[in-house]
Nanobody, 123 residues
Framework: QVQLVESGGGLVQAGGSLRLSCVAS????????MAWFRQAPGKEREFVAA???????YYQDSVKGRFTISRDNAKNTVYLQMNSLKSEDTAIYSC?????????????????WGQGTQVTVSS
């Protein structure tokens, strides 16, 4: 079965950086669109960034210019580089996989999810 395992979360001061990783197994990684979503306490899960099978990228407006999503098909891994972090970026970040060509921000297109990694930004 598909398994997604995130890592790289932690506590960082505002303005700092973190790089999240998500290693996938049980799927042909290059054939899947991948994304990062996040959920803050008391809020609904929201889209952060996505990368299609062909490498096209999509971002939530609030993270454009600060976050970068990338993938390494040889390592079955998707990354999220987060710079200039703000307190409002504090959340549990989860990666997701979709067999759709370009699922982008459509949460319903993602059928496989990781457990998530906590990101806490102190102000």
């Amino acid at each position: 079965q598909v398994q997604l395992v995130e890592s790289g979360g932690g506590l960082v001061q505002a303005g700092g950086s973190l790089r999240l990783s998500c290693v996938a197994s049980g799927l042909t990684f290059s054939r899947y669109g991948m994304a990062w979503f996040r959920q803050a306490p008391g809020k609904e899960r929201e889209f952060v960034a996505a990368i299609s099978r062909s490498g096209g990228t999509y971002y939530q407006d609030s993270v454009k210019g600060r976050f970068t999503i990338s993938r390494d098909n040889a390592k079955n891994t998707v990354y999220l580089q987060m710079n200039s972090l703000k307190s409002e970026d504090t959340a549990i970040y989860s990666c997701a996989a979709s067999p759709s060509f370009s699922p982008a921000a459509r949460i319903s297109a993602y059928g496989s999810w990781g457990q998530g990694t906590q990101v806490t930004v102190s102000s």
